[in-house]
């Protein structure tokens, strides 16, 4: 039985054009078209998540604002539920708030505030 001798052949690997079938490039089109379509989807959701944030954020900053304004001030502006009474001495009409009786406003009396009613 006689060896066939076979040559010895070094090895190494080396950066190397490769060219692609058709099949291939028909399955890197697909590929590619997926691919553009879950970008296209995850871009969609960052928009609605930075959109979420960016309304979360700003409700911040207006409630820092208006909390910024009222410590500045001292004072804010809101509806109070008043007794009225009519001061004719003084032409004037006393805006109560029914909760504490604390006098919220006095407004000089108008015409319709001078005549007297008569029920």
Known sequence: MAEEKKEK???ESIWGKYTFTEKEKVEIAK???SKNLEKDRIENEKKSVVSAFAAK???VAAEISELSE??????KY????CYVEIDRLNKTKIF????????????KLSQEDMQHKLI
């Open 9 to 11: 052949r070094d090895l």
């Open 78 to 81: 809101q509806y109070f539920k």
């Open 31 to 33: 590929t590619l078209a």
């Open 57 to 59: 954020a700003n409700g």
């Open 96 to 107: 109560k708030d029914i909760e504490t009786e604390k006098v919220i406003e006095r407004r």
């Open 70 to 75: 009222h410590y500045s001030t001292g004072y």
